[in-house]
């Protein structure tokens, strides 16, 4: 059996489903959770409705190139740990880089000549170890930052929700200007047809449509990021 026959196994199947199933229950617990909070703040029933369908809009553009992403790594380190880490960690290009790193630490190429079995398991390391770290600094860290935003904030809610988002736009913007940025520090056309077209359509729909068509507010940011999706790929195929 080749490594590809080895890691489609149905015992991994079964043992990347576990992990899975548990990210789904924790997925209801929060819903729970947030129901519970919605109740004891006595706040509008609708509210965490509303946003739970801003949300699942917003997402269609992200998962979408995480399918993509998926799909290229099923064919070479297996279905079930390209199922797996995309389901959890949901970064599709840190996961393919972790895979290569694992690949390329052992002297070959990604799903390349020579990618055996021995290769496969040192990228599979990769990958865990990759996110092992987020996950080591998120349950000892988190307490320490909650106190640390309490203490810059003063109590003052008009202030923190500010510096929320001033957090927020330092986040996503560097996410999008490494994005951005090609090889050689060259600018990466694709990319940034993406960002451009996707920033300017938010503010087009949040000017010009949500106005008059207010129940477009939820589904705005996810439009936007399809648009410019789409227009990314239109520039790739005219490119071409």
Request: hydrophobic share 55%; with cysteine; net charge neutral.
């Amino acid at each position: 059996m080749d490594y590809l026959a080895i890691s489609n196994l149905p015992i991994f199947w079964l043992l990347a489903s576990l992990t899975i199933i548990v990210s789904a229950v924790q997925t209801i617990l929060f819903v729970r959770q947030a129901n519970k909070a919605t109740r004891e703040c006595h706040l509008d029933p609708q509210l965490p409705k509303q946003a739970f369908k801003i949300g699942l809009i917003s997402a269609i553009g992200p998962a979408c190139g995480v399918f993509i992403v998926m799909v290229g790594l099923m064919a070479a380190i297996g279905g079930p740990i390209a199922w797996l880490r995309l389901s959890i960690i949901g970064a599709a290009a840190t996961e393919l880089s972790a895979a290569t790193m694992g690949a390329t630490a052992s002297g070959v190429t990604l799903g390349g000549e020579g990618y055996t079995l021995t290769v496969l398991a040192v990228s599979w390391f990769a990958m865990a170890l990759n996110g092992a770290g987020w996950l080591v600094f998120t349950g000892v860290a988190t307490p320490a930052l909650e106190k640390l935003r309490d203490k810059m904030s003063g109590g003052d809610i008009g202030w923190l929700a500010a510096m929320s988002a001033a957090c927020s736009i330092g986040i996503f913007g560097y996410l999008n200007a490494n994005q951005m940025i090609g090889a050689g520090g060259s600018i990466a056309v694709g990319p940034a047809i993406a960002v451009l077209t996707g920033a300017l359509s938010m503010m087009g729909i949040s000017r010009f449509i949500v106005p008059r068509y207010p129940k477009l507010a939820e589904y705005s940011l996810g439009i936007a990021m399809i648009i410019g999706i789409a227009c990314a790929i239109v520039y790739d195929f005219a490119a071409a």
